[in-house]
C-alpha cells in the first residue's frame, strides 16, 4: 500500500516537469524548418476540427499509410467523424492525398504539441469517443486527459523492440497510469513487451496491417543485356566501410556487374563519392543520367526508384542490418523478384516470422564477409522468378487481416462507448 500511495505523487511531480518542459522548449522547437509549418496548429492558435467519434495519431509517412488503410477497411456503410492528425509535413500530405472517396466525415490536422494545458482545449473540442494511436505513439499529456475525461485508448498495429522496451523500463511505474483500453501488437514479443508496459492483459497479437497494403509478387524478365545487377539498398552510415568492403571484393570477382547503392539518407551520397575517388570503379550519380553501358555503380541519389530496381535485379542486399540498427523492410525485395541477403541485426522486423526463412524468401548472414558469400551465390545461381513469386504470394496471403480485425476492435470499443451503428 505504502508504493501505491507514492506513486500518485510522482505521477503528479513528473507531470509539473513536463509541463514546464514544454513550455521552455515550444519555442525553440518552433524554429525547426519542419515544425514551423503547421505551427498555429500545434499551438492551437489555428482549429480545424470539432467534435468527432475518432481521433486516429499517425506520426508520420509509414503510420499515415496504416490509418488510411484502416480507413478503407472500415464497412461501407459505418459513417464516422474522424480527426486525423500527424507530425510531419510528409505525413500530413499523404493523409490529404489518399483519402479518397469516404463515407467518413475526415479532418486532417497536425497534431498538436503535447504540452498539458494545450492538449486539453484539443481533447474538449474534439470530444472524441475513442483515440486510435498508430504504432508505437505514446504521448502522455494526450493519453492522460482521454482518461481523465473517461474516454477509450486503444495502440493498433503495435510495436516496441527490446531496445525500446528497456529504454521505456525507465519510467515504469508511469505508464500503467496511461493504460490504454485494448493493444493490438504486431508480434507476440511486442505483445508481451506492451502489455507487460502498460499492465494491460487486454493486449492481443494482429497481424501487421502493412501486409494488407501488399497486392501481390511482381515479377519481370529482364531484358537480356549479358550484365548482372546488383542492388544494395537502404545504407546506413555506420555500415558504411563494410558495405564498401562488399563492394569493392563483388566487383573484383564480377568485373562486369552493375551496381546500384541507395544510401537511406541521402546526405550520406557525398561520402559514397568519397568512398568511391580514387579506387578506379566507374560510377556516376543517377541525377547526372550516365550512360549506364560504361558506368559500374550508380549512386541513387533520386528518391523512388528502389521498388523498379528490384524488379530488375539479381541480387539485393539490405541495410541497416550490419550494424546494430534493427535492419530495413526486406518484404518489398522478394515482393519485386529478388531473394535479399542482410546483415545479422534485423531486430525491428521480426514481426514477418520465421516464415521468410522457412520459404526460402530472405537469407540473414552473420558477418560482411557472409553477406558476400550469399550475394555471390544469389549472381551465381539465377532465382526461379516464378516459383519465388507463388512463394512471396503465399507468405503475404497467410500473414494478411490485420486491418479487418482492428476495424473490428475500434468498432467495438465505439459501441461500449454508447456509439450506435451496425457492427462490421
Not at 497536425?110 to 492538449?119: A, E, Q
Not at 531484358?223 to 548482372?228: A, I, L, P
Amino acid at each position: 500500500m505504502k508504493s501505491n500511495k507514492k506513486t500518485p505523487f510522482h505521477f503528479k511531480a513528473l507531470f509539473l516537469l513536463y509541463r514546464l518542459l514544454w513550455f521552455c522548449a515550444t519555442p525553440l522547437l518552433l524554429r525547426f524548418s519542419r515544425l514551423k509549418e503547421g505551427a498555429a496548429e500545434r499551438t492551437l492558435k489555428q482549429i480545424h476540427f470539432k467534435k468527432v467519434d475518432l481521433w486516429i495519431h499517425a506520426a508520420s509517412v509509414g503510420e499515415a499509410y496504416i490509418a488510411i488503410q484502416i480507413l478503407k477497411s472500415f464497412k461501407n456503410d459505418l459513417q464516422l467523424d474522424i480527426l486525423l492528425t500527424t507530425n510531419t509535413p510528409q505525413g500530413k500530405e499523404i493523409l490529404a492525398q489518399n483519402l479518397g472517396e469516404q463515407p467518413h466525415r475526415v479532418t486532417v490536422a497536425y497534431m498538436v504539441f503535447d504540452n498539458p494545458s494545450l492538449v486539453r482545449k484539443a481533447v474538449q473540442i474534439a470530444d472524441p469517443r475513442l483515440l486510435v494511436l498508430v504504432e508505437l505513439e505514446i504521448w502522455p499529456a494526450l493519453m492522460t486527459e482521454i482518461k481523465r475525461q473517461k474516454k477509450k485508448i486503444i495502440i493498433v498495429n503495435g510495436r516496441m523492440t527490446e531496445r525500446s522496451f528497456k529504454g521505456y523500463g525507465k519510467l515504469s511505474f508511469l505508464w500503467p497510469h496511461l493504460k490504454p483500453d485494448t493493444i493490438l501488437a504486431i508480434s507476440k514479443d511486442s505483445k508481451d513487451r506492451l502489455q507487460t508496459l502498460f499492465q494491460q492483459q487486454n493486449s492481443l497479437h494482429v497481424p501487421n496491417i502493412k501486409f494488407d497494403q501488399i497486392a501481390h509478387c511482381t515479377v519481370s524478365e529482364k531484358e537480356s543485356k549479358g550484365t548482372q545487377s546488383l542492388i544494395l539498398a537502404s545504407i546506413r552510415k555506420e555500415e558504411e566501410q563494410d558495405v564498401f568492403y562488399i563492394l569493392t571484393e563483388i566487383l573484383r570477382l564480377f568485373p562486369n556487374l552493375h551496381v546500384d547503392i541507395f544510401p537511406r539518407h541521402l546526405h550520406r551520397v557525398s561520402s559514397w563519392e568519397a568512398l568511391l575517388s580514387g579506387t578506379g570503379i566507374k560510377y556516376a550519380l543517377q541525377s547526372s543520367r550516365p550512360d549506364q553501358e560504361t558506368i559500374s555503380v550508380i549512386i541513387r541519389d533520386i528518391f523512388g526508384e528502389l521498388t523498379r530496381a528490384y524488379q530488375g535485379a539479381d541480387a539485393a542486399f539490405i541495410g541497416g542490418s550490419l550494424a546494430p540498427l534493427g535492419g530495413q523492410n526486406f518484404i518489398e525485395a522478394f515482393m519485386n523478384g529478388v531473394i535479399p541477403v542482410t546483415g545479422p541485426d534485423i531486430s525491428d522486423f521480426l514481426w514477418t516470422g520465421d516464415e521468410v526463412f522457412e520459404m526460402g524468401l530472405l537469407k540473414k548472414a552473420n558477418t560482411k564477409e557472409e553477406v558476400l558469400e550469399f550475394l555471390v551465390d544469389s549472381l551465381n545461381t539465377p532465382v526461379d522468378k516464378q516459383l519465388l513469386q507463388r512463394k512471396a504470394n503465399k507468405y503475404i496471403h497467410a500473414k494478411q487481416g490485420g486491418s479487418r480485425k482492428t476495424c473490428q476492435h475500434i468498432v467495438d470499443l465505439l459501441q461500449q462507448s454508447n456509439y450506435k451503428s451496425d457492427a462490421l
